[in-house]
């Protein structure tokens, strides 16, 4: 929420500057595109009434699974989306309702970081368990699943539309930003220079000398500023509750996986 009230501000002082337009503001959040790593819940039921019912329960409970996860030392944020979405038509069961919850992680600058989610997760649908089950509101065919998707791994549970949607949108937020940095620099490069006319002139031999003296010389460039890029994850069995056994997929149904980080 603070993040989100700092970009508020931000964009509403470029308003009020003329530096943007008003909706600018009211423009929906690039969820999908601002993280690398979800964590993706699966509610399902057999009927359309249980299934409401069942959602509502574990709606109730998002707050849980999340305090459980920003605990954990190595997770900055864990950024739930509060809109639900439905499976893809060639990703459903027959005869079941589910729909779908996800958790954006953002996690810290570590070298070879190490992350084991299992146990928040477990402990989350546990908790879910024991509250139906206390409340006689556990029904056949009720389940929880919950896996670890990848960015890239996203068109197998959402519309190839939405994602167009959002990669372009952030691909226009980002050629405008660039613009928008590179015509302030040319602004205040072109303000310095006419202040100073002999600077064109030591400044291109400032960088004829510093090429020459580097020329012998190797160098390379490290860019792992990426807070996910020294994380690798390992595919086992995904976690979920359920009052049967989980029917046999079809093949072309999105492998499972652990939320474990390593």
């Not at 792992?224 to 079809?250: F, G, K, R, V, W």
Request: with cysteine.
């Amino acid at each position: 929420m603070m993040e989100e009230f700092k970009l508020g501000l931000q964009l509403t002082d470029d308003i009020m500057l003329n530096k943007q337009t008003w909706d600018k503001l009211f423009e929906p959040p690039l969820f999908f595109m601002k993280y690398k790593h979800f964590i993706v819940l699966l509610v399902s039921a057999e009927s359309a009434e249980d299934h409401l019912e069942w959602c509502g329960l574990v709606e109730s409970k998002f707050r849980l699974l999340i305090g459980n996860l920003e605990r954990n030392q190595f997770i900055t944020l864990a950024h739930i989306n509060p809109e639900s979405f439905s499976q893809l038509e060639s990703q459903r069961e027959p005869n079941t309702h589910c729909a779908m919850w996800f958790i954006g992680l953002e996690f810290a600058k570590t070298e070879n970081l190490n992350v084991n989610l299992t146990y928040d997760i477990q402990s989350f649908t546990e908790t879910v368990q024991n509250h139906a089950l206390n409340i006689n509101m556990l029904k056949e065919g009720m389940k929880l699943e919950a896996r670890h998707v990848k960015r890239k791994q996203l068109y197998q549970y959402l519309s190839p539309s939405l994602l167009k949607r959002e990669r372009k949108s952030s691909v226009s937020a980002k050629s405008q930003a660039n613009g928008t940095e590179n015509k302030k620099r040319y602004s205040d490069q072109g303000n310095s220079d006419s202040e100073n006319p002999n600077k064109k002139i030591r400044l291109s031999e400032e960088l004829h000398t510093t090429y020459d003296d580097s020329s012998n010389n190797s160098a390379s460039l490290n860019c792992n500023d990426d807070s996910n890029s020294n994380i690798s994850l390992t595919d086992e069995a995904h976690n979920s509750i359920s009052t049967q056994n989980p029917p046999t997929h079809a093949s072309n149904t999105p492998s499972t996986q652990e939320a474990v980080c390593t």
